[in-house]
Nanobody
Framework: QVQLVESGGGLVQAGGSLRLSCAAS????????MAWYRQAPGKQRELVAI???????NYADSVQGRFTISRDNAKNTVLLQMNSLKSEDTGVYYC?????????WGQGTQVTVSS
């Protein structure tokens, strides 16, 4: 059973930075990709950033240039560096991983950006 555990959320002022971590219970290179999603109150969950097994990345237009997804293979951890945070970045951030046809989710970590 794969477990994903997020950490690093919190309260930050607009313009500030946070770094989220997602620790996986297995080898992250066994996943086809790993991603970060977020869900704001009253809104659908949306894809924020994705990193493929081979290393390519993609970002939502709303975070392009401000967020960076990366990984530490030795620690089986995926990171999301969030800079120049805006109030609209507020939400619960979820780590996601896909291996073959199986999809895994973390429990989420709250990010609140005050304006």
């Amino acid at each position: 059973q794969v477990q994903l555990v997020e950490s690093g959320g919190g309260l930050v002022q607009a313009g500030g930075s946070l770094r989220l971590s997602c620790a996986a219970s297995g080898n992250i290179l066994s996943f086809n990709f790993m991603a970060w999603y977020r869900q704001a109150p009253g809104k659908q969950r949306e894809l924020v950033a994705i990193m493929y097994k081979v290393g390519g990345t993609n970002y939502a237009d709303s975070v392009q240039g401000r967020f960076t997804i990366s990984r530490d293979n030795a620690k089986n951890t995926v990171l999301l560096q969030m800079n120049s945070l805006k109030s609209e970045d507020t939400g619960v951030y979820y780590c996601n991983a896909v291996r073959s046809l199986a999809q895994y989710w973390g429990q989420g970590t709250q990010v609140t950006v005050s304006s």
